[in-house]
């Protein structure tokens, strides 16, 4: 892996926080108990720590193979790093408050922080798809199989952006027809699809580096690269004929 530079370093450093965070509310769980599934639990404090540390670092990671700017990379990275912090936080939050973060709006409170979670959603789309299309539009750099992962990766990762954004739409529909109590459960199955795609991202690659640390040849390691894209498009094909039959 390439020697980070301050930015990278700040980001990595932020994500490392982000996962300790989730960890610590586990042992919060472990403490405190209470239920693990339904809108109000400490699961969402651990699971989204955990998500976006990882995926603060991936990302982090993985753009060093991008042809952008580095001044470009910098800026979006910082403003990832910071929504991440904002998303993880205003979560963090609701669940100590013990009410759900997402698609509440019992009180101007609680619509102000679920309307900016909302909101640094959308601006984690919109970063994200930006690298997705910058990984498309030049050749990714990186040892044999690495282009092929990093751009499989990210066009996995919009499939998990799309059904975050179809869980809030669908979330919101509900919430503002009266029907709160079916919108917060309405995203349970879009989960396995979003999950799932959500660290290709991380995987893919991570493969591909670990493959250049051996002595295959570059044909080899590109094949190994290419199956383990398959078999990660057939999960995610998977999770979605699982969310078609149960949505």
Known sequence: ??????????????????????????????????????????????????????????????????????????????????????????????????????????????????????????????????????SFRHHPAGPAGMPLAVRSGFAILLVALASGVAMIARGVVLTRTGHQEAAYHSTAPLKPLHGVSLHAVLVLPLLAWLLSRTTWSERARWRVVAAAVGCYAAAVAAAGVWAVLTY
């Not at 001044?71 to 904002?86: G, H, W």
């Not at 609701?94 to 900016?116: C, G, I, Y």
């Open 1 to 134: 892996m390439k020697n980070p530079r301050p930015a990278e370093r700040l980001c990595h450093a932020t994500g490392l926080l982000l996962i300790l965070s989730g960890l610590a509310h586990l042992v919060v769980f472990a403490v405190d108990g209470g239920p693990w599934d339904g809108p109000v639990s400490w699961r969402k404090p651990v699971t989204f720590g955990l998500s976006f540390g990882v995926t603060l670092i991936a990302i982090t990671w993985v753009t060093s193979y991008l042809r952008v700017g580095s001044r470009l990379r910098t800026v979006l990275l910082a403003v990832f790093a910071a929504d991440c912090v904002l998303e993880v936080g205003g979560i963090t939050l609701q669940a100590w408050r013990r009410v759900p973060s997402h698609l509440n709006m019992e009180t101007p409170f609680d619509t102000a922080v679920s309307m900016t979670l909302a909101v640094g959603g959308g601006v984690l789309v919109a970063l994200l798809t930006v690298f997705a299309v910058a």
